[in-house]
């Protein structure tokens, strides 16, 4: 089985250049997490999807970050314009059902976005 | 809120020593805690998790207790190998309507040489 596939595993743009992520969640799985750590600071939640619908965006930073699940397969995060505090390391996670209790999160390797 | 405080790192220590990585946590409800690994150019990875007060939790060798008495998860091991370097996050998750998502502690960096 597949696991949770990220794109690109690196990315190095300018200031206000737009940058998408993508992420390819396990075939099945209806939700999708993403996560980004900032700085080496802690892990911190940025939204939830329930197939193609935002179950929960409540950690998203601001308007400049935009988050689509089309068909409720992958999901792309796209950040424009990209500032300098948006560097850090992007996690796409997914996982079956809500009893995610016993099954768990299976993460991605993350994506690393430096703005310089 | 919910929040989570491990210790930073990096923590240094030699093949076979005792490794201890505390981690603390405040919550509202009744959390499940998490240990997540990441090793170098990996995803992060679910070590072990423990659901209630008490429970244990344990894989790899590691352990970790969830203690409510002290709002505690502190992760053990009791003799390192080289291929236990890594980051170590702990985290925890409060049953929510709109679905399960993790607070995370800062990590702490562990690095065991031969």
């Known amino acids: 089985e597949a696991g949770v596939t990220q794109f690109p595993s690196h990315s190095v743009i300018e200031k206000g250049q737009t940058v998408t992520l993508r992420c390819d969640p396990i075939s099945g799985h209806d939700n999708l997490y993403w996560y980004r750590r900032v700085m080496g600071k802690e892990i911190k939640f940025l939204l939830h999807?329930?197939?193609?619908?935002?179950?929960?965006e409540s950690g998203m930073p601001n308007n400049r970050f935009l988050a689509e699940r089309t068909g409720g397969t992958y999901s792309t995060l796209k950040v424009q314009p990209a500032e300098l505090e948006d560097s850090g390391v992007y996690f796409c996670a997914s996982s079956q059902g809500k009893s995610w209790d016993r099954e768990g999160y299976t993460f991605g390797s993350g994506t690393r976005l430096t703005v310089v | 809120g919910n929040s989570v405080t491990q210790m930073e790192g990096p923590v240094t220590l030699s093949e076979e020593a005792f490794l201890t990585i505390n981690c603390t946590y405040t919550?509202?409800?009744?959390?499940?805690l998490f240990w997540y690994v990441q090793y170098p150019g990996e995803g992060l990875q679910l070590l072990l998790k423990?659901?209630?007060?008490?429970d244990k939790g344990s894989n790899k060798g590691f352990e970790a207790t969830y203690r409510k008495e002290t709002t505690s998860f502190h992760l053990e091991k009791g003799s390192v190998q080289v291929s236990d370097s890594a980051v170590y996050f702990c985290?925890?998750?409060?049953?929510?309507?709109?679905?399960?998502?993790?607070?995370f502690g800062g990590g702490t960096r562990v690095l065991v040489k031969p």
């Open positions: 423990a659901t209630k007060a008490d």
């Open positions: 999807f329930v197939k193609e619908s935002k179950q929960d």
């Open positions: 919550a509202t409800g009744y959390p499940s």
């Open positions: 985290a925890l998750s409060v049953s929510q309507a709109a679905g399960n998502k993790l607070t």
